[in-house]
């Protein structure tokens, strides 16, 4: 697990539900935009999360031994964006295996996962599942 996120994990379990809350759309609001050269793939559909209700967009890019995060979620997700922003500010940078160690119980080490809805932890676990396995491709 990446420094970054072990931050992020003890940041959210120091206080209450609604704070965690907030810190999530704060997160929300931090989500780098998608490089315009990525907007044309994301238009025709690429790297779309299937599993996701909300349109999430996510590609993996290598560059020098890292992997660069780059993902787009729609505005009216602000708990999804929020949570794809953590996990982009947490390895966007990183190396494979940092990447490969991100938790698989993410939502509930960040104790998001009584504050989710259940069709959205299905997407949420999709994303991560999708930054492995494309991580590990690049």
């Known amino acids: 697990m990446s420094d970054s996120l072990t931050d992020i994990i003890e940041a959210f379990q120091s206080v209450d539900a609604e704070t965690r809350l907030m810190l999530l759309l704060d997160y929300a609001k931090n989500l ?53 922003s953590i996990l982009v500010n947490a390895y966007d940078g990183a190396d494979k295996p940092t990447i490969a160690t991100i938790p698989d119980d993410l939502l ?12 959205r932890v299905v997407g949420l676990n999709a994303v991560l599942s999708r930054i492995k396995r494309e991580a590990a491709a690049v």
């Open 108 to 119: 509930q080490q960040l104790g998001l996962d009584g504050a989710i809805r259940m069709n």
């Open 32 to 84: 780098p935009a998608l490089p315009d050269r990525l907007s044309a793939a994301r238009d025709e559909g690429l790297g779309r999360i299937e599993e996701c209700m909300t349109p999430v967009f996510l590609f993996c890019e290598g560059e020098n031994g890292h992997v660069r995060l780059f993902a787009d979620v729609a505005e009216e997700a602000p708990t999804v964006k929020g949570f794809v």
